[in-house]
T-cell receptor, first 117, second 110 residues
Framework: DTGVSQDPRHKITKRGQNVTFRCDPI?????LYWYRQTLGQGPEFLTY????????KSRLLSDRFSAERPKGSFSTLEIQRTEQGDSAMYLC???????????????FGEGSRLTVL | RKEVEQDPGPFNVPEGATVAFNCTYS??????FFWYRQDCRKEPKLLMS???SGNEDGRFTAQLNRASQYISLLIRDSKLSDSATYLC???????????FGSGTRLSIRP
């Protein structure tokens, strides 16, 4: 399977714990996006990378959230000191082969569902 | 105000009906527009791009009105399999983030 993969698919944690999600994009894609989605809402933009550079981060994100893409391939999203309001589906998507402009077509992974108790 | 706004629905229509969804965007500099479809408990997938001249893909027609900052999606002869959430998506520029609306839920009944 050469699509976007995310791990873990489900995570249940207690409030105050740290969690980390991993995303492996489609290998030839140089853009990688993180979104958060709650029930009845569309995906909410969190951050995105072009290669290893983090180009934009949502102002909605607190300092508890950090994302990295150290080698321009896989990415991690870490949430520190989780709160119940962090419970959501965290979606990763990739797009755009190197040298191509961003067409707006995103290829999503199946998401990582976080439940904070 | 949200950058991309949609009527959340739900729209509940009989099979064979024609249904239309609307979406407005606030940033006049927005460059590219799309409709995505999201099935229950699945990830979003691109349905179609939206071009200034309007475009059609089978039973689906998308329209863009830049002056009014308005995008629409028309589904003709709706099928049970069209039941899903339809997300309006805006790209401000090739170097910017991609913004999703909150989605419009469509349910087709037999």
């Amino acid at each position: 399977d050469t699509g976007v993969s995310q791990d873990p698919r489900h995570k249940i944690t207690k409030r105050g714990q740290n969690v980390t999600f991993r995303c492996d994009p489609i290998s030839e894609h140089n853009r990688l996006y993180w979104y958060r989605q709650t029930l009845g809402q569309g995906p909410e933009f969190l951050t995105y990378f072009q290669n290893e550079a983090q180009l934009e981060k949502s102002r909605l994100l607190s300092d508890r959230f950090s994302a990295e893409r150290p080698k321009g391939s896989f990415s991690t999203l870490e949430i520190q000191r989780t709160e119940q309001g962090d419970s959501a589906m965290y979606l990763c998507a990739s797009s755009a082969k190197a040298g191509e402009s961003n067409t707006g077509e995103l290829f999503f992974g199946e998401g990582s569902r976080l439940t904070v108790l | 105000r949200k950058e991309v706004e949609q009527d959340p629905g739900p729209f509940n229509v009989p099979e064979g009906a024609t249904v239309a969804f609307n979406c407005t965007y606030s940033n006049s500099a927005s460059q590219s527009f799309f409709w995505y479809r999201q099935d229950c408990r699945k990830e979003p997938k691109l349905l179609m791009s939206v071009y200034s001249s309007g475009n059609e893909d089978g039973r689906f027609t998308a329209q863009l009105n830049r002056a009014s900052q308005y995008i629409s999606l028309l589904i003709r002869d709706s099928k049970l399999s069209d039941s899903a959430t339809y997300l309006c998506v805006v790209l401000r520029s090739s170097a910017s983030k991609i913004i999703f609306g909150s989605g419009t839920r469509l349910s087709i009944r037999p």
